[in-house]
């Protein structure tokens, strides 16, 4: 952009709640873009072209910028525009120097001085445009957390999920239009929620209260088996804890997961930060909609979920680590795996059978790693005493791709 862009956050108060150099700027755009909410609230005597978002908006917006080009931009969003707002989307398309921001504070902000909570130790969980589910990796017993609502059915539809997921007797705070003369905040628990829908600008506040008898879900890995649904087809928990502490996930890493099975894995993955990225891949269409269901279930949509590899990896995102859990003894498939790995990222590869165990035995002796191997015992009645039941022993590979290949 030749001339920059002005972002100019604007709250539910509107025209009296903006500074100086937000008014000043509004006065001087020739084009303003906004929402039909966001521009209703400008006087009159601001007189630049009013341009409605379209949608789907982020792919026109190339396009619609670059009909108004050299012309005096200004682009209103709800609150700080860098906080779930179409800053972000702006900053993506065009660089940071290509804006002016001028923020104001965000709906957090804003709830967290109306609750008296500690902004910076409170996550924030977004559904505009996203899964409901996406709250679930975030409740805990005794936590605290905001979600921003799609629009005024939200706060049922969570105190629905939480009843599901057995955080019922959580207490949900809906905080609408927060900083104008409409706010309005009312409480209730969520398992007896009887609210209607009010206005579709709210923030719900999560003080998070778990069903002792219900399961819980932690965001590390090794989630029980029961937690997952499918024929059974799944990295069982113990295995599963030591196979992700293999793979040693990151903030924002992305994981191959060949062979999914019932996801187990990639959904682990990601659960264990918001930013995570897995793709699954998966032979059989009856386990990828499993895999889906599961991923879904569990709070993270993000898990992709595709055919089989090594025919589906070509245009896959790039992984950070690579997990083989089934078809090891497939022709080609661990090199062809090897070789989409970038330098330095890891791969890990469980194997049960003796075929598949001789081969990572090969490839290790070739490319180095470690090797180990698993023996679990259950515990299970026999008459009317307890025996140790052996599962299957497992063989696993961990190596680290060097820089010089």
Not at 99 to 107: D, W
Not at 151 to 177: I, K
Not at 312 to 321: G, K, Q, T, Y
Request: glycine content about 12%; some cysteine.
């Amino acid at each position: 952009m030749t001339v920059p862009i002005t972002v100019i956050g604007i709250g539910a108060d509107g025209w009296d709640g903006l500074g100086s150099s937000a008014r000043a700027a509004l006065g001087a755009a020739e084009v303003l873009f906004g929402s039909a909410r966001q521009l209703a609230l400008l006087p009159a005597e601001v007189a630049g072209e009013r341009v409605l978002w379209p949608s789907p908006l982020v792919p026109a917006l190339p396009d619609l910028f670059e009909r108004h080009a050299g012309r005096t931009l200004a682009v209103l969003a709800s609150g700080d525009p860098m906080f779930y707002g179409i800053g972000v989307t702006l900053a993506r398309l065009f660089g940071p120097d290509a804006l002016r921001v001028l923020p104001q504070p965000s709906s957090a902000s804003l709830a967290c001085a109306r609750l008296g909570w500690p902004l910076a130790r409170v996550p924030v969980v977004s559904v505009v445009g996203r899964p409901l589910e996406t709250v679930l990796p975030e409740l805990g017993d005794g936590r605290r957390l905001l979600v921003l609502s799609a629009d005024e059915h939200s706060p049922a539809r969570l105190a629905e999920l939480l009843g599901r997921n057995g955080f019922g007797p959580s207490r949900l705070t809906v905080l609408e239009q927060l900083g104008g003369p409409g706010e309005r905040v009312y409480s209730g628990n969520a398992r007896e929620w009887r609210h209607e829908p009010g206005d579709p600008l709210n923030v719900v506040a999560i003080d998070a209260v778990a069903d002792p008898a219900h399961p819980r879900r932690t965001r590390l890995p090794g989630l029980a088996d029961s937690a997952y649904a499918g024929d059974g087809q799944l990295t069982k928990h113990e295995v599963r804890a030591l196979t992700l502490a293999a793979l040693a996930p990151a903030p924002g890493e992305t994981l191959w997961d060949v062979g999914g099975g019932s996801g187990t894995i990639a959904i682990e993955w990601c659960r264990t930060h918001p930013d995570c990225r897995a793709v699954t891949f998966e032979r059989l269409a009856a386990r990828r909609a499993q895999i889906t269901g599961n991923a879904v279930a569990l709070g993270v949509p993000q898990v992709q979920v595709r055919g089989e590899a090594p025919a589906e990896l070509a245009d896959a995102p790039a992984p950070d680590a690579i997990f083989l859990g089934g078809g090891l003894t497939q022709d080609g498939l661990l090199a062809t795996c090897w070789s989409h790995l970038r330098q330095g990222g890891r791969l890990v590869a469980n194997a049960v059978t003796a075929e598949s165990e001789a081969l990572l035995l090969n490839w290790a002796t070739e490319h180095g790693g470690e090797l180990r191997k698993f023996q679990i015992y259950r515990a299970e009645p026999l008459g009317g005493f307890t025996a140790w039941r052996p599962q299957l022993p497992v063989a696993q590979w961990s190596v680290v791709k060097p820089a010089s290949l």
